[in-house]
Nanobody, 125 residues
Framework: QVQLIESGGGMVQTGDSLRLSCTAS???????MAWFRQAPGKDRTFVASVQWNGQTTYYSDSVKGRFTISRDNAENTVYLQMHSLRPEDTAVYYC???????????????????WGQGTQVTVSS
């Protein structure tokens, strides 16, 4: 069972940037990966996904144009570059791996079978 470990979270101010990393303990090159987030008192929501080969990405409307997801399959790592951060981006950010290989980028959270422990991002105004 592959394990996912997120890093890079922290406390920043409005307008700042952060880059989150998700490192897998095994090979993820055939799996679409995604980032989700959960704000206090709210449900976990989709942020961005990247196709197994890196050719297609998909973003939620709330982060489109500000966040960029990418992957390095040689390093078994997925990144989330976040710019122009806002207080409403405050959440625990989770990395996730789809349960089945070669999946699309628009599949729902039930299609993700492996989750990391999360990394906290706090944006102050």
């Amino acid at each position: 069972q592959v394990q996912l470990i997120e890093s890079g979270g922290g406390m920043v101010q409005t307008g700042d940037s952060l880059r989150l990393s998700c490192t897998a303990s095994g090979r993820i090159s055939t799996y679409t990966m995604a980032w989700f987030r959960q704000a206090p008192g709210k449900d976990r929501t989709f942020v961005a996904s990247v196709q197994w080969n890196g050719q297609t990405t998909y973003y939620s409307d709330s982060v489109k144009g500000r966040f960029t997801i990418s992957r390095d399959n040689a390093e078994n790592t997925v990144y989330l570059q976040m710019h122009s951060l806002r207080p409403e981006d405050t959440a625990v950010y989770y990395c996730a791996k789809q349960a089945m290989p070669f999946g699309g980028t628009r599949l729902g959270p039930n299609n993700y079978g492996t989750w990391g422990q999360g990394t906290q991002v706090t944006v102050s105004s």
